[in-house]
T-cell receptor, first 113, second 115 residues
Framework: DTAVSQTPKYLVTQMGNDKSIKCEQN?????MYWYKQDSKKFLKIMFS???????INETVPNRFSPKSPDKAHLNLHINSLELGDSAVYFC????????????FGSGTRLTVV | AQKITQTQPGMFVQEKEAVTLDCTYD???????LFWYKQPSSGEMIFLIY??????QNATEGRYSLNFQKARKSANLVISASQLGDSAMYFC????????????FGRGTSLIVHP
């Protein structure tokens, strides 16, 4: 069983569209994250979320919003997609009491045309 | 705020030789963890090795070892007996222990292993 799974793996869409990327973890972790990896391979944290607080990187446009229906899921919604949103998006999760538990999903390559 | 630095944008190594990838960090937190991840051209992030700040011994996982020098705030990755399949991007990451934390990643080092 995949520990942190993201869908879809690839997403091609037009500018202006609204899209979602789903993430699920079966590890029982407390906290989930979304990262954006740009064309220069830089991994930038976008959100960190557990059932107590949402931490938002202030540089993330408000077109991006995390939605967590339950502890095991953290979906990423993106409104009004722009060319610059093209990147690889990684979901991750961790257990608060165990800093070594951090686990990545396999990534979603988003291409905006 | 934590800062993590990988000063080598690219490294080359001959197959079967050892290579060291540098990573330094800056923190005032007493309890933290350091990670190394490998990202091959296929794109997934592969966990390699983890070192806790209170671990007495340097972490080792097969051909990977972490040269942890706490006073210098460095956590270099050593890959012994390089293989062609080791060619990839390597990321160092830092995370504070306890509560909700956000791991911070370095900018990565591209390693190319020559035959």
């Amino acid at each position: 069983d995949t520990a942190v799974s993201q869908t879809p793996k690839y997403l091609v869409t037009q500018m202006g569209n609204d899209k979602s990327i789903k993430c699920e973890q079966n590890l029982g972790h407390d906290t989930m994250y979304w990262y954006k990896q740009d064309s220069k391979k830089f991994l930038k944290i976008m959100f960190s979320y557990n059932n107590k607080e949402l931490i938002i990187n202030e540089t993330v446009p408000n077109r991006f919003s995390p939605k967590s229906p339950d502890k095991a899921h953290l979906n990423l919604h993106i409104n009004s997609l722009e060319l610059g949103d093209s990147a690889v998006y990684f979901c991750a999760s961790s257990q608060d009491s165990d800093v070594g538990s951090y686990t990545f999903g396999s990534g979603t390559r988003l291409t905006v045309v | 705020a934590q800062k993590i630095t990988q000063t080598q944008p690219g490294m080359f190594v001959q197959e079967k030789e050892a290579v060291t990838l540098d990573c330094t960090y800056d923190t005032s937190d007493p309890s933290y963890g350091l990670f190394w991840y490998k990202q091959p051209s296929s794109g997934e992030m592969i966990f390699l090795i983890y070192q806790g700040s209170y671990d007495q011994q340097n972490a080792t996982e097969g051909r990977y070892s972490l040269n942890f020098q706490k006073a210098r705030k460095s956590a270099n990755l050593v890959i012994s007996a390089s293989q062609l399949g080791d060619s990839a991007m390597y990321f160092c990451a830092f995370a504070r222990s306890g509560g909700s934390y956000i791991p911070t990643f370095g900018r990565g080092t591209s390693l190319i292993v020559h035959p």
